[in-house]
């Protein structure tokens, strides 16, 4: 089956430092790719789609210079977190879509980020 | 994108078999009905996706009636590691995620 591999699982970072997170889809090429953002014992908010070869879409209310989004290749994007503040801990997870769907979609395992 | 409404929490017992219908009132002609399911501290797993009538999987059946509104997730005889947040989304291109049913399954 189509697997999407988050790295890291989790990261414990300084505050005011950036990180960096990766989506890779390992078997299949995704033209499409989703970041999520899950506090605890809530719900999944999409904060924005990556295309690949292309600038990012946000949604609403996501700053887009804190939260950049790389897509360079179909088989992997990247969410760096700059500047990172406490409120910024928080599961992040990525989800990848096959080229030439649009209604499957692959999450990957979650990365969980801890600012101190 | 159409809206989903699911309930909040269902409580279980193993072995039983556990319904959780999900509405979705503005769904277009296009979209497609997938479930979604999350342990904690993981990302979400796909369930089972229809676009009308019945679809059956190893894991699930999925009821979707005609007018396409509503969509019911069926799992037979559940056991304790079916406790999990269940998602109904309508898809076409980007996911947006509900608050999702929270199944808690009793021994």
């Known amino acids: 089956g189509a697997v999407v591999s988050q790295h890291p699982s989790w990261v414990i970072c300084k505050s005011g430092t950036s990180v960096k997170i990766e989506c890779r889809s390992l078997?299949?090429?995704?033209?499409?790719m989703f970041w999520y953002r899950q506090f605890p014992k809530q719900s999944l908010m999409l904060m924005a789609t990556?295309?690949?070869?292309?600038?990012?879409?946000?949604e609403q209310g996501v700053e887009k210079d804190k939260f950049l989004i790389n897509h360079a290749s179909l088989t992997l994007s990247t969410l760096t977190v700059t500047s990172a503040h406490p409120e910024d801990s928080s599961f992040y997870i990525c989800?990848?879509?096959?080229?030439?769907?649009?209604?499957?979609?692959?999450f990957g395992q979650g990365t969980r980020l801890t600012v101190v | 994108l159409a809206k989903t409404t699911q309930p909040i929490s269902m409580d279980s017992y193993e072995g039983q078999e556990v319904n959780i219908t999900c509405s979705h009132n503005?769904?277009?002609?296009?979209?497609?009905i997938t479930w979604y399911q999350q342990f904690p501290s993981q990302g979400p797993r796909f369930i089972i996706q229809?676009?009308?009538t019945k679809v059956t999987n190893e894991v699930a059946s999925l009821f979707i009636p005609a007018d396409r509104k509503s969509s019911t997730l069926s799992l037979p005889r559940v056991s304790l590691s079916d406790t999990a947040v269940y998602y109904c989304?309508?898809?076409?291109?980007?996911?947006?995620f509900g608050q999702g049913t929270t199944l808690q399954v009793k021994p």
């Open positions: 989800s990848a879509t096959p080229r030439g769907s649009d209604t499957e979609a692959f």
């Open positions: 078997d299949f090429q995704a033209t499409t």
């Open positions: 990556s295309n690949e070869g292309s600038k990012a879409t946000y």
């Open positions: 503005n769904i277009a002609t296009n979209d497609y």
């Open positions: 229809g676009y009308k």
């Open positions: 989304l309508v898809v076409r291109g980007k996911l947006i």
